[in-house]
Nanobody, 124 residues
Framework: QVQLRESGGGLVQAGGSLRLSCATS????????MAWFRRAPGKEREFVAA????????YYADAVKGRFTISRDGAKNTVYLQMNSLKPEDTAVYYC?????????????????WGQGTQVTVSS
């Protein structure tokens, strides 16, 4: 059974950093593009970042480019999202997601697997 489990969320002041982790199980990790999405209160779920199974071609939303870094550790079957220079508008529930193959879709409807989410709150 495929499972995704996020961790690392919390409360941080503006300008601070957090690192989110997404532990995967099953066979998803080796052959799937992995992504992070977020949903702020009252808003739709939006794409944040994604990386292909090979670790190449990281892709970022414009709102986080230059501040966030996505990476994956094959030995640990884990995907990370390093978030620096956090802003209050980054406050959201962050979700890990996976889709088979090497494409990098940005629509949540293209992803098959989802974690339960982890809350990130950035205070001003």
């Amino acid at each position: 059974q495929v499972q995704l489990r996020e961790s690392g969320g919390g409360l941080v002041q503006a300008g601070g950093s957090l690192r989110l982790s997404c532990a995967t199980s099953g066979r998803i990790f080796a052959s799937h593009t992995m992504a992070w999405f977020r949903r702020a209160p009252g808003k739709e779920r939006e794409f944040v970042a994604a990386v292909t199974w090979s670790g190449e071609r990281p892709y970022y939303a414009d709102a986080v480019k230059g501040r966030f870094t996505i990476s994956r550790d094959g030995a640990k079957n884990t995907v990370y999202l390093q978030m620096n220079s956090l802003k209050p508008e980054d406050t959201a529930v962050y979700y890990c997601a996976g889709v088979f193959g090497s494409i990098v879709p940005t629509s949540p409807s293209n992803y098959n697997y989802w974690g339960q989410g982890t809350q990130v709150t950035v205070s001003s």
